[in-house]
């Protein structure tokens, strides 16, 4: 959302409540949370990378409390017709990140971070580094993450953090087009060192129809490549290779992301 939008304003009006506090806040967030579970989302998703490093460091109560205090007294400072937009202290949303991952943990939500290459010529790459979210794995083993864009130019980085924990996932959306070179490469390094199953072979993360057609044929003919090299170097045979194009393909994302529904 942009700065100035009054997210305050809305969510009061929207759910009939006053946020006052930082404990008010987290409520709105259950509240808002169960209506879309309701409506039929099924997982989280974080593109903070675009705004901060996601390493998300744990933090009291009391002092996300007394900063999110801080931040709602100088919104409340300006007048009306002026940016009513709440500016939240890292420090804040460090905790309510912990926060939200305790709920998808007690749910068995899954949550996809964006890693990795941001879109255009914006933010800081090393924001986005997949191994800033190392921290998060262990406290909430109940949360599948799903790591998007292979974290490029960080896969060795992904591949390493899928293989050490049980619930970290690589999804290789967008990244076919980021470089397709690269993403053979990478997706190669994954098959052999990565469990097949926690591997999402495409994503669209894309807003545009006609691109995403474009990208999963891109897709489909680098991981054809990848396993027929494999084939070739009697790595798979040619059963094992069709069998993993149909987990990258179709299983995989299916399990990772909707067996909980």
């Given at each position: 959302m942009p700065p100035e939008f009054d997210i305050v304003g809305w969510l009061e009006e929207t759910y009939a409540v006053e946020i006052r506090s930082l404990n008010d806040w987290l409520k709105v967030f259950e509240m808002e949370l169960d209506e879309n579970i309701s409506n039929g989302i099924v997982g989280l998703k974080s593109v903070l990378a675009y705004h901060r490093p996601i390493r998300f460091e744990e933090v009291s109560l009391d002092d996300a409390?007394?900063?999110?205090?801080?931040?709602?007294?100088?919104?409340?400072?300006?007048?009306?017709?002026?940016n009513r937009g709440l500016l939240i202290p890292e420090i804040v949303q460090d905790y309510v990140m912990h926060y939200i991952l305790s709920v998808a943990n007690e749910r068995g939500l899954f949550i996809?971070?964006?890693?990795?290459?941001?879109?255009?010529?914006?933010?800081?790459?090393?924001?986005?580094?997949?191994?800033?979210?190392?921290?998060?794995?262990?406290?909430?083993?109940?949360?599948?993450?799903?790591?998007?864009?292979?974290?490029?130019?960080?896969?060795?980085?992904?591949?390493?953090?899928?293989?050490?924990?049980?619930?970290?996932?690589?999804?290789?959306?967008?990244s076919h087009i980021i470089s397709p070179v690269s993403a053979r490469n990478a997706l190669s390094d994954f098959l052999d060192a990565v469990p097949f199953n926690k591997i999402s072979g495409f994503g669209g993360d894309y807003a545009i129809v006609d691109a995403i057609y474009g990208h999963l044929k891109i897709a489909r003919e680098n991981i054809a490549r990848v396993l027929a090299d494999k084939i070739g170097d009697r790595t798979l045979t040619v059963s094992q290779a069709v069998r993993i194009a149909e987990r990258l393909l179709h299983d995989n994302p299916k399990e990772i992301l909707l067996n909980n529904l």
């Open positions: 409390a007394t900063a999110f205090r801080k931040a709602l007294e100088e919104r409340g400072r300006r007048s009306p017709d002026r996809q971070f964006h890693t990795g290459l941001l879109e255009g010529n914006r933010g800081i790459l090393s924001n986005s580094n997949p191994e800033l979210l190392e921290n998060l794995f262990s406290k909430y083993p109940r949360v599948k993450f799903d790591l998007f864009h292979i974290g490029y130019p960080y896969w060795g980085v992904t591949a390493a953090l899928a293989k050490t924990y049980p619930n970290v996932f690589i999804d290789m959306c967008w």
